[in-house]
């Protein structure tokens, strides 16, 4: 099993950016997944999941912004970002888990994890 985050990168103030997250050894359909983020010196968060293809939840930091979505075709999860803020700095990580998950979901309830991929947003 294997996830790998690509997608990342620097970019200004209300621009855009769009994470891809590429799944092997298992269906993204059949999991829940989630993408963290954690910047230096704070907690890791979990800002977005998805279960199925269309069930979601959202961090109110993010809300309205972001969107997490999925790729069965292609067996990859997404999370578009716009309006992109200096606050939303941080290594960005996608992780999966069978059955339910949410924002209030734990990290360490999660099997698989990526290797996580900076972003860095100037003002």
């Known amino acids: 099993v294997q996830l790998v985050e690509s997608g990342g990168g620097s970019v200004q103030a209300g621009g855009s950016l769009r994470l891809s997250c590429a799944a092997s050894?298992?269906?993204?359909?059949?999991?829940?997944m989630v993408w963290f983020r954690q910047a230096p010196g704070k907690e890791r968060e979990g800002i977005a999941t998805?279960?199925?293809?269309?069930?979601?939840t959202y961090a109110d930091s993010v809300k309205g912004r972001f969107t997490i979505s999925k790729d069965t075709a292609n067996n990859t999860l997404y999370l578009q970002m716009n309006i992109l803020k200096p606050e939303d700095t941080a290594i960005y990580s996608c992780?999966?888990?069978?059955?339910?998950?949410?924002?209030?979901?734990?990290?360490?309830?999660?099997?698989?994890w990526g290797q996580g991929t900076q972003v860095t947003v100037s003002s």
């Open positions: 998805i279960v199925l293809t269309s069930v979601t």
């Open positions: 050894g298992f269906t993204v359909s059949e999991y829940c």
């Open positions: 992780a999966a888990r069978r059955g339910w998950c949410s924002i209030a979901t734990r990290a360490g309830d999660y099997n698989y």
